[in-house]
Structure formats: structure tokens, C-alpha cells
């Protein structure tokens, strides 16, 4: 059984478009959380929600808007699309926002900008 | 802010060496973890640490939390070619920071 999906895997537009990655987790997990993975593998955490609310939010632009429906799942949903937006996106959960250690990583999203 | 630094960033071995990184800190952390990230895959949690000094193993991974708590190692020992892959350290203080990453190549 798959702990945390992505989806799409792969997601490839153009410039100033709008586009959402899903993401779900069947680990009875409270918090998920979002990361960007830039082409040097660097990981840096995006955004936190503990029981669909918001615990974790970097400095990311507000182009990068999550939605969390129900505690299964945290959507990314990123309008106007730049180049420097591509990269890979990860999904992620843990039992609680106390545990954000032991984190469950989805398989990654490569978005792909041109 | 945190800034967690690996080393080294790479590295090419034979099958059977054992390997050894680390990753240092510019501030104190709670927790050290080590994570492996195969190649289009997402992150796996490898080995927790929760006490500095604390030795844990598991299986032919070995890491240790630094006495100072600004440091940790890996080592892998008898390394074969699924070790390949980028393995980050991460630190717990009021949130998660990953490292810089080593990425490890195995030969035959």
C-alpha cells in the first residue's frame, strides 16, 4: 500500500499558467507538509499542516497557495507559473506536528517550466 | 538561519569499502536524523538520533550524535551497489533543516 502519493508525477507548461499537485497520505498522519527540491538536490521545506490548519509557512511567494481539505490531504496549488519554479516537489507526513522528524516522503513531483 | 553542511558532497567507492560522512551544524539541534534518497524517489528515514553522543546502528549503518550536538556521522560499512544515492542529514530544533547531501556512488 502506498503511504504517501503525489500526483502527477511528472507536470511540464509554460510560463504564467496555473497548476495544482495532489497529494495523499493513508498513514493516519496529522501533519503534511511540502518541500522543493531545486536541481542541486537542495530540500527546503515549503509549507506545514497540522489537522488542516497552518503550522509551517517559509517565505515562499504567494503564487504557492496549499489547501488541505482533511487531514489525508495537502494540495499545492501554485498560479502564474516562473521558470524558477521548477524543480521537484515532495509530499510528506508525520504522526504529529511533534514528530516532524520521522517524516513519510511521497515519490516527488518534477515540474518542468519552459 | 540553521545551515546544516555535509562532506563531502560526493564520493566514489568500490563495493565492499566502508564509507564515512558527516554533517556539522552552525547552531544546536535536538534530534539528528539521516535520511537516503534513491535516485527519483523521495527521502527514507534511515536512523534516528536522540541524545547527544547516542551510537545507533542499523543493520551496516552506524551514526552517532555529536557530544557538542552540532555534529553527526554516518558510516557505512561493506557498502554494495543499492547504497547508491544522495543521503542528507537533518536537524530538529523548532523545525526540520536538511543538509547540503553526499551523494554516494558505488562501483563493483
Known amino acids: 500500500d502506498t503511504a504517501v502519493s503525489q500526483t502527477p508525477k511528472y507536470l511540464v507548461t509554460q510560463m504564467g499558467n496555473d497548476k495544482s499537485i495532489k497529494c495523499e497520505q493513508n498513514?493516519?498522519?496529522?501533519?503534511m507538509y511540502w518541500y522543493k527540491q531545486d536541481s542541486k538536490k537542495f530540500l527546503k521545506i515549503m509549507f506545514s499542516?497540522?489537522?488542516?490548519?497552518?503550522?509551517i509557512n517559509e517565505t515562499v511567494p504567494n503564487r504557492f497557495s496549499p489547501k488541505s481539505p482533511d487531514k489525508a490531504h495537502l494540495n499545492l496549488h501554485i498560479n502564474s507559473l516562473e521558470l524558477g519554479d521548477s524543480a521537484v516537489y515532495f509530499c510528506?507526513?508525520?504522526?504529529?506536528?511533534?514528530?516532524?522528524?520521522?517524516?513519510?516522503f511521497g515519490p516527488g513531483t518534477r515540474l518542468t517550466v519552459t | 538561519g540553521q545551515q546544516l553542511n555535509q562532506s563531502p558532497q560526493s564520493m566514489f567507492i568500490q563495493e565492499g569499502e566502508d564509507v564515512s560522512m558527516n554533517c556539522t551544524s552552525s547552531?544546536?539541534?535536538?534530534?539528528w536524523l539521516w535520511y537516503k534518497q534513491d535516485p527519483g524517489e523521495g527521502p527514507v528515514l534511515l536512523i534516528a538520533?536522540?541524545?547527544?553522543?547516542e551510537l545507533t546502528s542499523n543493520g551496516r549503518l552506524t551514526a552517532q550524535f555529536g557530544i557538542t550536538r552540532k555534529d553527526s556521522f554516518l558510516n557505512i560499512s561493506a557498502s554494495i551497489p543499492s547504497d547508491v544515492g544522495i543521503y542528507f542529514c537533518t536537524g530538529t530544533a523548532s523545525k526540520l533543516t536538511f543538509g547540503t547531501g553526499t551523494r554516494l556512488q558505488v562501483t563493483l
Open positions: 510528506a507526513s508525520s504522526q504529529d506536528s511533534l514528530a516532524l522528524y520521522e517524516q513519510y
Open positions: 547552531s544546536i539541534f535536538n534530534t
Open positions: 498513514l493516519g498522519h496529522d501533519t
Open positions: 499542516y497540522n489537522n488542516k490548519e497552518l503550522i
Open positions: 538520533l536522540y541524545k547527544a553522543g
